[in-house]
């Protein structure tokens, strides 16, 4: 059953937001590493592909706060309200031995009223399966503060959308795709400070809500992420996902956003983000608010 958000879950997600900031403080460094886990924050958010990374780009952090030794887990529900559109994801993700990460997301894109103006029934939804696997190959952005080399991993995303027919018609070649990517995360403690880059090689329209393919063929974009440590539980920071532009009678725009992530506690993390999407389906200015909560061992 597709989850598509409604005016309740509007005004839950601004009530969270509210109460997001309400509990933010700005404690003691972020050099402490919790008893018995992770670093707090160093699961990573969960991004809408539901992979361990910012809210957009993936980090090569693997989620859960399992050690080497260990294995955990997460789960996440991320709404993005956008002026014409809404977009929700939930899944869950898995983390073994801090090296191996698998997880599942269901994204939805709910038209809502501007469906009529696509020439599509009101409130009509697009929604895609997300299947992903990622590894971590070096490195350790951790323990690994006594030198350059980042945290490296690699990744595959694979994405299954509904409404083949549709997106066909719209000039998708396919209605799924894979896409491949290496990320590598620095994160430098004595300067409270977060760097990520990540290299996608992906054909995905809008993500893949839009299938994969169109006018030209797969290629490499770049992804960024900078984030610094107000404290060990609040990190700031902002992320860039350039994409493909596919479709011919729609632009498509890189994807950005400005973020906050707060650690409440080991087990539950809340995000917020002012998000800016670009041109989805021939309407521009797609800039809205992001919420994200995610819970995990």
Not at 55 to 61: N, Q, R, Y
Not at 255 to 274: E, K, V
Request: proline share 3%.
């Amino acid at each position: 059953m597709a989850l598509t958000p409604s005016s309740a879950i509007r005004n839950n997600t601004i009530l969270c937001c509210i109460a997001f900031w309400a509990s933010i403080a700005s404690p003691s460094a972020a050099e402490d590493i919790e008893p018995g886990g992770k670093l707090l924050l160093t699961r990573g958010i969960s991004s809408v592909d539901g992979t361990g990374g910012g809210g957009i780009v993936p980090w090569a952090l693997i989620t859960g706060n399992e050690t080497d030794r260990g294995i955990g887990a997460t789960a996440h529900l991320t709404s993005v309200m956008l002026p014409d559109f809404d977009v929700v994801s939930y899944g869950a993700g898995i983390g073994l031995r801090d090296r191996l990460e698998m997880s599942y997301s269901h994204q939805t894109l709910d038209t809502g009223s501007t469906g009529p103006k696509l020439g599509l029934p009101d409130g009509y939804t697009f929604s895609q399966n997300v299947l992903a696997a990622k590894v971590r190959i070096a490195g350790d952005a951790v323990y690994g503060q006594d030198t350059w080399l980042p945290q490296i991993a690699i990744g595959a995303i694979y994405k299954k959308a509904d409404h083949g027919d549709l997106l066909a018609a719209l000039g998708a070649e396919d209605d799924d795709g894979v896409e491949f990517y290496v990320s590598a995360t620095k994160l430098l403690l004595a300067q409270s400070l977060l760097l990520g880059a990540t290299l996608r090689y992906t054909e995905a329209n809008q993500n893949g809500l839009l299938g994969f393919g169109g006018t030209s063929d797969a290629s490499i974009y770049p992804e960024v992420s900078v984030g610094y440590l107000l404290s060990k539980r609040l990190i700031i920071g902002g992320e860039y996902r350039a994409k493909p532009d596919n479709l011919t009678f729609a632009q498509e725009d890189a994807w950005m956003d400005l973020f906050a992530a707060y650690a409440i506690n080991d087990a539950m993390t809340m995000s917020a983000a002012y998000a800016d999407l670009g041109s989805i389906a021939t309407f521009d200015d797609q800039r809205g608010l992001y919420l994200s909560l995610q819970v995990g061992f």
